[in-house]
């Protein structure tokens, strides 16, 4: 199934930006997507693009916000983070989808990476 190794993560003040990187070890024509997760809370959906990247989709609590785009030619994801909040604070997972359409729930993801930190301090 290949790897995936984000990067970027760190400590931002609200109102900051963060750009966060996941390459992956093959390439894949599947979707690509981001989730985050914080202490004893669920994995939550946060963007998806397809192979394209003409097909994307956001959580609304990242929408205008956020954006994810990927470059194939490096086998790269990645999330632009501006406007940072507090509520933002989670480990950010990189995850490699089965469809080819942007897909929001966990199951449709089968690769996973280690997750990268993202700290936003008020």
């Known amino acids: 199934q290949g790897q995936l190794v984000e990067s970027g993560g760190g400590l931002v003040q609200a109102g900051g930006s963060l750009r966060l990187s996941c390459v992956a070890s093959?390439?894949?024509?599947?979707?690509m997507g981001w989730y985050r997760q914080t202490p004893g809370m669920e994995r939550k959906f946060v963007a998806a693009i397809n192979w394209s990247g003409g097909s994307t989709y956001y959580a609304d609590s990242v929408k205008g916000r956020f954006t994810i785009s990927r470059d194939n030619a490096k086998n790269t994801l990645y999330l632009q983070m501006n406007s940072l909040n507090p509520e933002d604070t989670a480990v950010y997972y990189c995850a490699r989808g089965k469809t080819l359409v942007p897909a929001t729930t966990a199951p449709d993801y089968d690769t996973w990476g280690q997750g990268t930190q993202v700290t936003v301090s008020s």
């Open positions: 093959r390439r894949t024509l599947y979707v």
